[in-house]
């Protein structure tokens, strides 16, 4: 079960209010890499973890924790919003002052919301959860994972300098150093599966398992132009399970057929071989 604490992980505190900034921090509450996506990836992963416990009780954990993310970025864009009123909008076409203030107002967060958060991103597009992966295995998801933390730090880090507003800082910086944290922990997870199953996903269907096509594992096919790429380890160093070399195809070709679909029945109303069929509503 879930029990809600009435005090926030981290102090929320803005200097003023700044529609057009709650408007931004939409992003980094309901976009794809938001807060609502990370706390929706590792509860899900939690809710679905098999095997060790202490893998669904980390995600849990941390899962938890992103509900205390989203509540304060909720508390923060409400603050940013105090004030606000449809007749500033009004006035806001007459007064340069005021147009400055509310020029950026996402009209939503008085229409929908009456100045709250959204399961929105910055343009009002809702959270969609089809932005989590919970795979159920592990080493997959956990990657996902230090991409979305890695992801969602890059965008509060650019927020962070789109403001002078010490207190919206002061919570930014918050948030940057446990996504940082988030990271790491991430990366150790992933370090200690790796060393477990290997680096593969899925580890259950090993190299040998690929029979004849295991050659195509290791081989860097040039498909642009130049051969810059060649110069990069994924070109000329070794797997990193020990299993080959990497090899460089400069110049590579098709090992494939030509497709040759067959032509569907009339019905479909392709067209393609230039006939005119009966009308099929009478057949």
């Not at 159920?136 to 994972?145: F, Q, V, Y």
């Not at 507003?165 to 944290?181: C, H, I, N, S, T």
């Not at 399970?241 to 067959?262: M, Q, S």
């Amino acid at each position: 079960m879930f029990r809600h604490q009435k005090e926030l992980q981290f102090e929320i505190k803005v200097e003023r209010p700044d529609p057009q900034l709650a408007r931004q921090i939409q992003e980094v509450l309901g976009g794809q890499f938001g807060e609502m996506t990370v706390m929706m990836q590792y509860l899900f992963q939690g809710f679905n973890c098999r095997g060790e416990e202490k893998y669904k009780d980390m995600l849990m954990d941390i899962g938890t924790e992103e509900i205390g993310h989203v509540e304060m970025l909720c508390a923060m864009i409400s603050q940013l919003l105090d004030g606000a009123s449809p007749d500033d909008q009004a006035k806001a076409a007459k007064d340069p002052a005021t147009a400055a203030i509310m020029g950026g107002i996402n009209p939503q967060h008085l229409l929908v919301s009456g100045l709250g958060g959204l399961p929105t991103n910055s343009n009002g597009v809702p959270w969609n959860g089809a932005y989590i992966v919970a795979s159920g295995n592990l080493l997959a998801d956990m990657r996902s994972n230090l991409h979305a933390e890695s992801q969602g730090r890059l965008q509060v880090a650019r927020l962070y300098h789109m403001t002078r507003d010490e207190g919206v800082r002061a919570a930014f910086r918050k948030m940057l150093a446990r996504d940082r944290y988030h990271q790491y922990q991430w990366m150790a997870a992933i370090e200690e599966l790796e060393q477990k199953n290997g680096v593969v996903v899925p580890a259950s269907f090993p190299p040998e398992a690929e029979l004849e096509s295991q050659p195509e594992a290791y081989k860097f096919w040039n498909l642009s132009e130049g051969q810059e790429s060649k110069e990069g380890l994924w070109a000329t160093g070794s797997a990193q399970d020990g299993t080959g070399d990497f090899v460089y195809e400069a110049d590579p070709v098709p090992l494939g057929n030509i497709p040759n679909p067959e032509i569907p029945a009339p019905t479909l109303h392709h067209d393609l071989d230039g006939k005119k069929f009966k009308n099929s509503n009478e057949e």
